[in-house]
């Protein structure tokens, strides 16, 4: 009876510190990429600004668990994304998965007035977590998958409108 109370009160005690440790790190996640980009800023916001677009530049955008349904939403798979807003030099988009998490995407396009040989395509994803341990320690795996993702993409973005 003894290590049957000892296993109960170790397995809340290390719950509760996992808990504690958790909480360590912060309730937002941002991960950003940018790229530099020989183009007219009317080229890439095009690019942008329409989902329809996006399967030129977004990796898996031609896979047959995405349809797009207009030049502001498409199903990506698990994912929603909605176009929100669109202002001359940024485009943010909602993306919620299934289980109605969101993720806040923001891609920001800076220079290209006259006299500028290029334009800064910034693109970042904001996410909130919650205060689950599990959530809070997956939050560390956010850059390296998301990051990689949104370099590739906007490589092709940049390669797509420099040929």
């Known amino acids: 009876m003894k290590l049957i109370k000892l296993g109960v009160i170790s397995v809340l005690v290390l719950g509760v ?3 504690l440790i958790g909480l360590l790190f912060p309730s937002t996640v941002l991960v950003s990429r940018a790229v530099d980009i020989k183009a007219p ?3 890439i916001k095009s690019k942008i600004i329409d989902i329809r ?3 030129v530049w977004v990796n898996g955008m031609n896979d047959a668990s995405v349809s797009i349904e207009s ?15 669109i202002t001359d030099s940024t485009v943010v988009s909602t993306w919620t998965s299934l289980n ?3 993720q ?4 920001r396009l800076i220079g290209g007035n006259t006299g500028q040989a290029f334009v800064v395509v910034q693109w970042q994803f904001v996410q909130q977590i919650g205060w689950y341990p599990w959530e809070r320690f997956s939050s ?5 998958i998301m990051g990689t993702m ?6 092709s973005l940049k390669k797509n409108l420099e040929k």
Do not use: C, F, H, R
């Open 17 to 19: 510190i996992i808990t």
């Open 41 to 43: 800023k009317d080229s």
């Open 53 to 55: 677009q996006w399967p």
């Open 71 to 85: 030049a502001s939403k498409a199903k990506l798979g698990n994912s929603l994304v909605q176009i929100t807003q």
């Open 100 to 102: 109605g998490q969101q």
């Open 104 to 107: 806040l995407s923001t891609i």
């Open 140 to 144: 560390m795996m956010n850059d390296k």
């Open 150 to 155: 949104m370099e590739q993409n906007l490589q």
